[in-house]
């Protein structure tokens, strides 16, 4: 039986200790590494041991009684939340570590919306317990309260789960026929571990267990629990599926596709089809596969359902596409609100390096690498300046180069506040396209999406096709900052090609004049990222934190209080929140809570200013233009935007 389980917590819990403990138990490896001691299994990148944090989420393979375990280390620290929701999502359950000592933590909250959105059976070990100040109570007190009230601590021994009296009411109490055979019949050990079974595998009941990593109390008798109370079904003879959940380059330079495999059977030499993306569906060869452990590796020559493994062979395959009979892509919910450009040194073209940030961002898509013909710049997306630091260094060792990046700014965006239609025409000498676009407002997060309501018999299917692929291939400009374009419908609406003159590039040409030319005329919209916000301090603290979040043109939800401590939610922008994390452990003396978490985009608080600010010049932006291109007597000429409309040779 194949599972895939996930170590998750909030910096400095214990998780690579706890992780490094199962491995140990297990024969997996033979001396238990230490992160202090920069010799952890799982911590073997230079960069993770140097900086003892996880940066990348690694997979380690370990036996225990009749089960295989892939186990996942993944990063603890806010900037690497991409890297660990990618990984969440193909686990067959989850096991959250928190100190004893701090208990929930921000990082702690995050991990546990994201196992609840992908739906990721859920279980909690408390560490430390050896510490001074340690507060088991206190830490279920919490759990029960913020995360859930199905939180049960439970006992595990070197024989395994150990129910009491309490344990075996509780459990009856959330399944109704099972109440009833308690009453009749009382406590059958089975049946009670069968239905606890189950309550796991649907969320409705959170084991907590308790111990110490460091000490190697609770461990192992917490594994033969956890085992006892997971189940995992594949099934290695039906249709070949799976997901795509990392992408890595070996130092060979071996494009490696990781794919958790969820049916079939897949062997060297099959040909292997994924994707989606409203594109052709890619078709290669498996060249190779790996079964990797920690930093090694075997070459194997098939794999089953429910094994964790990387494909050579797939130049294409990008993180979160499904594989065989699986067709549609996965979605991440973090998302960086930052953005920042590399600083080469003077004697290097920029534009030449682009290949290597392309290969990071295969491995990292939140990077979402742009080079700025304008700025003759590499930027891209992050989550923080730890992450920056991180890439200087993974650059360096990778490819040899010494880069830095600029202090990381606001990524804002831009959108349309009512539907209009754009109108684009492109007809040099022996050349002819005309598109005509209806763009309209599409709800907060959606991005781009394309459409076509042209009717075949006056463009042919594969011109609309092509259409489709210009408005998709590429991040848009608003004209407003020259930010990209987001949560727009666009929906092809008339076009015409000729017989003869019609080349593909004529398309892309009408296609960018006619979208550009409808944000010329449409009410745009300038949006900045926002911070969901939950803090937590002391009563006699909350009138600071309040006036400070009204400062920062933030929106208060009502105020909650808990015995001694107030409990603050809602939104606010990123840019004027920032910082305020040291802020705030400053004056609590560090025992004020926050949590934030991506938001989404909102109309700007202040966008007069940023525009003043970036000074866009959509005039001067040599990707885009919003004139189109007639002909006459022999010759192209260009006519302005506002004038064009009139001109095109589709009347509506």
């Given at each position: ?10 910096v ?7 992780s490094e403990?199962?491995l140990?138990?297990?024969k ?7 992160v ?14 140097q ?19 892939y186990?996942?280390?993944?990063p ?15 686990l ?8 004893a ?13 994201l ?11 408390i ?13 279920m ?7 859930s009230?199905?939180?049960?601590l ?66 192992e ?18 249709p070949?599926?799976?997901?795509v959940?990392?992408?890595r ?12 495999l ?12 994924y ?30 359902a ?6 050579a ?9 499904g ?26 073209h ?9 290969m990071?961002e ?7 690498v ?9 930027q891209?997306?992050?989550?923080g300046k ?23 700014s ?11 239609i ?7 000498l022996?050349?002819?396209?005309e ?17 076509s309501?042209?009717?075949?018999d ?8 092509l259409?489709?692929?210009h408005v998709?291939?590429r ?7 020259g930010?990209?374009?987001t ?18 590039g ?11 030319q409808?944000?010329e005329?449409?009410?745009n ?18 009138g600071?934190v ?11 939800d ?27 452990a ?18 700007c ?19 885009y ?16 935007w ?11």
């Open positions: 039986m194949n599972k895939t389980i996930g170590i998750l917590a909030h400095d819990a214990g998780k690579t200790t706890f403990q199962l140990y138990h297990t997996s490896i033979k001396q238990l590494g230490r202090d001691h920069q010799n952890a299994f799982l911590d073997h990148h230079n960069i993770e041991r900086r003892g944090i996880t940066v990348f989420a690694e997979q380690a393979i370990f036996q225990y009684m009749d089960s295989t375990y186990l996942i280390d993944t603890g620290h806010v900037d690497f939340s991409p890297e660990m929701e990618r990984s969440i999502a193909v067959d359950a989850a096991i959250i570590v928190i100190s000592v701090e208990g929930i933590e921000a990082h702690t909250e995050t991990v546990w919306q196992l609840g959105k992908h739906n990721i059976p859920t279980f909690f070990f560490n430390k317990i050896d510490r001074t100040g340690a507060d088991v109570d206190t830490v007190q919490q759990l029960r309260r913020e995360f009230a199905n939180a049960i439970l006992t595990a021994t070197e024989q395994g789960l150990e129910l009491n009296s309490e344990h075996i009411e509780a459990i009856a109490e959330r399944d109704e026929l099972l109440l009833d055979y308690y009453v009749e019949h009382g406590y059958e050990p089975k049946r009670w571990k069968d239905t606890l079974m189950g309550l796991i595998a649907d969320r409705e009941v959170f084991p907590c267990f308790t111990g110490s990593a460091l000490q190697n109390i609770g461990v008798p917490f594994l033969h629990a956890f085992h006892q109370l997971t189940v995992s079904h594949y099934d290695i003879n039906g070949l599926s799976g997901r959940y990392k992408i380059y070996d130092q060979s330079g071996t494009r490696l596709t990781f794919i958790k969820l049916s079939g059977k897949l062997a060297v030499r099959d040909e292997l089809n994707g989606d993306r409203q594109q052709l569906e890619q078709r290669e060869k498996v060249t190779q596969l790996r079964r990797y452990n920690g930093a090694s590796y075997e070459m194997i020559s098939s794999a089953y429910g094994e964790l493994i990387a494909v062979g797939l130049s294409e395959a990008q993180v979160g596409d594989i065989g009979e699986l067709k549609e892509a996965f979605h991440y919910s973090m998302t960086p609100a930052l953005t920042s450009s590399v600083v080469f040194a003077d004697d290097v920029a534009k030449e390096m682009l290949p290597y940030f392309r990071l295969a491995e990292d898509p939140s990077l979402n742009v080079w700025s013909e304008k700025h003759s710049q590499i891209l997306h992050v989550m730890i992450q920056l630091e991180v890439l200087e260094q993974i650059v360096q060792e990778r490819y040899g180069l010494q880069v830095t990046f600029a202090p990381p606001i990524l804002y965006k831009e959108s349309i506040a009512a539907p209009i754009g109108y684009g025409h492109f007809e040099p022996r050349h002819y396209a598109v005509h676009l209806k763009l309209e407002p599409a709800p907060r997060g959606a991005g781009v999406s394309f459409a309501q042209c009717h075949v006056e463009l042919a299917a594969a011109s609309q096709r259409i489709g692929q998709l291939e991040e848009h400009h608003g004209l407003l900052t930010s990209p374009l949560d727009v419908h666009i929906t092809l609406l008339r076009g015409r090609e000729h017989n003869k003159h019609t080349h593909g004529d398309f892309r040409e009408a296609t960018l004049r006619a979208l550009r409808g944000l005329k449409a009410d919209i300038l949006l900045e990222p926002y911070y969901e916000f939950k803090i937590v301090v002391q009563t006699e603290q909350i600071r309040m006036s400070d979040i009204q400062r920062a043109c933030g929106e208060l009502p105020l909650i209080t808990e015995g001694d401590k107030g409990i603050l939610t809602g939104k606010v922008p990123v840019a004027t929140f920032l910082d305020y994390g040291a802020e705030l400053s004056f609590t003396q560090g025992k004020g809570r926050m949590k934030l978490s991506f938001g989404g985009y909102a109309p608080h202040n966008s007069s200013e940023v525009i003043e600010m970036i000074n866009y010049d959509k005039d001067a932006d040599a990707e233009t919003s004139a189109s291109i007639f002909c006459a007597k022999g010759a192209g000429y260009s006519v302005p506002d004038e064009a409309e009139g001109l095109m040779h589709i009347k509506d």
